[in-house]
């Protein structure tokens, strides 16, 4: 039971580059994909990767129904730069009683309108990646994620005066107030971090905690 909720069909509605990128992320999970889209160029190149790929008007209430969209458990509705056509497919798929709508937004005006229509999920990408950018460009960041309830990952360059010292000499927890989850050397695997783990010249950094913590130890070791 619990392997085939893992890779139940999920139903991806818009073929831009965010739907697209779902869509083959969950492909490579092990998910069957059925993609809706207005655009036969798009459907076209998607055809061979995905499960089913139809071109029509999701914002039709019978045209979803006719597909069989009640029958999924999950759809992620991927369209933004057509307001209209957004919130009339996550209002639709929402009549049909699916259960988990996922909706990209634009901008807040346009998450908090999905959110009264029905999305039960509501990302912004272009945010995020706008967050993420800003921290790589101003810190000693490779990668950061922030999550909603102020926690962040981040990956970074370990500072010079770490090198031949363990975790533990560092006091990174006690003195800063993150955690180490793992080290990533050049050429090798990726490692859990324990307190007597000696960090060497080059190595990377996943580390964790509050976002402005994280923020403060980027800053001081750039």
């Not at 039971?1 to 509605?13: D, E, F, G, N, Q």
């Not at 967050?131 to 970074?156: C, P, S, T, W, Y």
């Not at 010292?165 to 050049?186: A, D, M, N, S």
């Amino acid at each position: 039971m619990s392997a085939r909720r893992k890779h139940r069909p999920v139903l991806v509605i818009g073929l831009g580059r965010f739907g697209v990128a779902v869509a083959r992320s969950l492909t490579r999970m092990g998910h069957e994909v059925m993609a809706i889209d207005t655009d036969p160029a798009c459907i076209q190149a998607m055809c061979d990767e995905l499960t089913q790929a139809v071109e029509a008007d999701a914002t039709e209430p019978e045209t979803l129904r006719r597909l069989g969209a009640a029958e999924f458990e999950t759809a992620v509705v991927g369209i933004g730069s057509n307001l209209e056509a957004s919130v009339l497919t996550v209002l639709a798929l929402s009549d049909l009683g699916v259960p988990k709508i996922c909706a990209k937004a634009i901008n807040e005006a346009h998450a908090r309108i999905l959110e009264r229509t029905g999305a039960t999920v509501i990302v912004q990408p272009e945010a995020r990646m706008g967050e993420r950018v800003a921290h790589v460009i101003g810190a000693n960041l490779i990668d950061f994620i922030q999550f909603d309830d102020d926690f962040a990952i981040a990956k970074m360059r370990a500072p010079d005066d770490f090198a031949g010292r363990t975790l533990e000499e560092t006091g990174i927890r006690t003195q800063h107030g993150i955690t180490v989850v793992g080290i990533k050397r050049p050429q090798q695997d990726f490692v859990y971090a324990v307190p007597d783990t000696e960090v060497r010249k080059d190595d990377l950094l996943i580390v964790s905690g509050p976002t402005t913590k994280v923020e403060r130890f980027a800053a001081l070791s750039s």
